[in-house]
């Protein structure tokens, strides 16, 4: 039986970056499943962390009203985090959280009040978006799309809840819906 | 780079205590035309350190901004007019930024600061 071998295609600009894929398009979706929401919100600070963003901590501590993050989760050895090659992309150490664990607290630091924190996950193979406020923030509330359906990981920074609203969408299934 | 990204970039050299704001060395500032937005400018306003704003608009040529501002200059068209020159349209095309405690130089090319940290200093 011939071995089958996955094709993925990879940008015109650069020989190691792949097509923006499922992941990518998973945190479009979730951000235009809120659109409503952010536009309400108004935000005056919006952020994308990326790899080696070179953000000042202090500088934008509590000023960012909307930060969103595709942090690298895929489990790896802890050596790749961080390294030189293309592999600090998608690495994110022993149990994939090494990176995401030191997002959270800069997180805490960087948004404001009524700041919102979208940041991609893996649950179970499944993409999910998980949309993080801080308990003060009730503004939130009137969002009642969401359903409530994993408990809060203890893990997460304490003045931070998560929550899986309507926007934790597998990218086949959100085709239909707005 | 526009004016208002190195207003929220700071140098994270480890053991740096304050490493904002950056000095600015400028070797080529182009301007690039934006719609001009009040709206936006006022929302930004509260968000900007002005002091780091007026010495970055000085580096790069740019004089017309007072020295200090207060929030009631929001409704003076001249003062919007000369805030959105400085922080939209004028662009540090090639320079460097430089670490204010340091002296490390994060190079700007074609626009672009590049603040990667080399691995002693993360």
Known sequence: ?178 | MRLLTHNMLSSNIKGVNNGFPLLIEAEKVVEKLVDFNPDFLRNIFPKIDWKALVAAARAVGYGELPDAADPAMLDSDDFLRHLHHALLQLHLEEGALVCPETGRRFPVNKGIPNMLLHEDEV
């Open chain 1, 1 to 178: 039986m011939p071995s089958k071998i996955a094709q993925i295609r990879l940008v015109g600009s650069h020989f190691e970056v792949y097509e923006p894929c499922d992941d990518s398009f998973a945190l479009v979706d979730a951000l235009l499943a809120d659109l409503t929401n952010l536009l309400e919100h108004k935000p005056k600070l919006c952020m994308e962390v990326g790899c080696g963003s070179g953000t000042g901590e202090k500088r934008l501590a509590g000023l960012v009203d909307v930060m969103v993050v595709n942090p690298p989760y895929v489990p790896t050895p802890e050596e790749e985090v961080g390294c030189d090659g293309i592999a600090s992309a998608w690495a994110g150490g022993e149990n994939g959280r090494s990176v995401i664990d030191k997002i959270l607290p800069m997180a805490d630091k960087l948004l404001s009040d009524r700041g919102w924190l979208y940041m991609r996950s893996t649950e179970e193979e499944s993409l999910h978006v998980i949309k993080f406020w801080r308990d003060s923030d009730r503004l939130l509330e009137a969002s009642e799309t969401g359903t409530v359906n994993k408990i809060v990981p203890t893990r997460v920074i304490e003045s931070l809840l998560s929550h899986f609203p309507g926007i934790s969408l597998r990218r086949s299934g959100n085709s239909k819906s707005s």
